[in-house]
């Protein structure tokens, strides 16, 4: 079994998210409550912004705990 490391679990955590995320798009689809549509318009902005929240959360792990290699010798 594979380590979990920190890129995989907000993986993890992301997929769970666009899933649920689809599931109430689907269900405010089809549901007539009041205020469906700005539900579903939400949904459908956060099912692009979940997806590119992520990658810049990664991408800044990266950047911060990048270790740089200062012993060139001097």
Known sequence: MKKMTGKRIVA????ILLV???LA???TAFLHIPGWDRLFQA?????IGV???IWIYVWLYQK????RDDSSGD
């Open 12 to 15: 993890w955590i992301g997929i």
């Open 20 to 22: 649920l995320l689809y």
């Open 25 to 27: 798009t689907l269900v």
């Open 43 to 47: 949904c459908l902005i956060a099912t």
């Open 51 to 53: 997806p590119i929240l």
């Open 64 to 67: 911060f705990t990048e270790r």
